[in-house]
């Protein structure tokens, strides 16, 4: 079968080197191009996956002729995903977008309207999605284990987004890197809200199986001297009840190597028993009636092509198979109607209506 090319465009988010790294260790995928304004950002790419020359280059509109991707993987910062795949999405591509959705929820409907017009795919990719804990936690509501889901509890976050880069590899930001990242500016989507709350809203919402909460009410904590936030808390108030999501650039160590206090992941309950699901644990914690001192139970393990979002792409551009869960734009929209309530409710201090 013949191998699906890909094009990785803009680098301005770090997970583009570990969204390529999938792509080069799937069998069939090609990495037929690398594109980005700024060469110096894909040197590292280059050198990890021996990308020629010829497949380099710094123009959009040239990689995207040259190279006639079966899809595109986009990486640019929030507040430009709608018009990367605005630019995108008349070359014929499958649109696979790094999290999260889009700076606001017109931005997003924009995203939806180009993919429709040119017939592909759109997937918005949210690594949390793949975290085995969180994809068991979901399997058993949906069992119905603990009954009717009532809350999500969500806390999440890390060091700070200028602290490591593809591949989780640390550093050590100098004192002006926060006034030159777009992470810390406002007009390209920056702030630990629009960074983290999408995963919460969004997989919130995958729980939820599609619910819709009625109101939000939000605060941001920013910082002196910042344009941006670096915490924030939101609260939807939902038919069955009310379900928090908090958002942290700033947690005393990093998930991924230690979980920090308190523990990023989800506290979910329903009406017959609660979950805890935490970032990259191997276990979660399930109280039932049968149990309820609780019990840690093994999580998932995850089996090609549901194991990760290239995978699971791929399988879904060669079968005709609809989106799914998070990466679809039907639940991801809702994640985003939650975020930009959350942003318009600590502006105005108040809460307010769920956005439409």
Known sequence: MKKLKVVGLNFDHMHMGDLLRKCHEHPDV???????????????????????????????????????????????????????????????AHLFVEK??????AQADRMIAAAKRAKRLLAINW?????????????????????????VHFYDGNRGPLRHTADKLELTPSAAAKRKSWFYQRRR??????????????????????????????????????????????????ASGLSKFETRWGTFTDPWITQPQPKCGFVLKGDAGTISSYDYESTIRVQTPACPRGEDVAVDTLTAPFADPIQYFVHCIR?????????????????????DSARLSAKLGKKVKLVA
């Not at 690594?127 to 809350?151: D, F, M, Y």
Request: proline share 8%; charged share 20%.
């Open 189 to 238: 989507g920056g702030g630990s809200l629009l960074d983290y709350l999408g995963y919460g809203t969004t997989l919130g919402t995958w729980y939820h199986n599609g619910k819709k909460p009625l109101e939000v009410t939000a605060v941001v904590d920013r910082p002196r001297g910042l344009e941006v936030d670096e915490h924030s808390i939101t609260v939807a108030r939902y």
């Open 319 to 339: 079968t005709g198979t609809p989106l799914e869960g998070p990466l679809s734009p039907k639940i991801s929209r809702i994640g985003q109607q939650i975020v």
């Open 30 to 92: 090609e990495i037929a191009g690398i594109c980005d304004a700024d060469p110096a950002r894909m040197q590292a790419v280059i050198a990890n996956f021996k990308i020629p020359a010829d497949r380099v280059f710094t123009d959009p509109h040239r990689c995207l002729a040259a190279t006639e991707p079966d899809f595109v993987v986009l990486c640019p910062a929030t507040g430009e995903h709608a018009d990367y795949v605005e630019l995108a999405a008349p070359y014929g």
């Open 100 to 105: 999260p959705f889009a700076a606001t929820l």
């Open 127 to 151: 690594p949390l999605r793949w975290v085995p804990a969180h994809v068991t936690a979901h399997r058993l509501i949906r069992e119905g284990r603990i009954g009717n889901l009532q809350e």
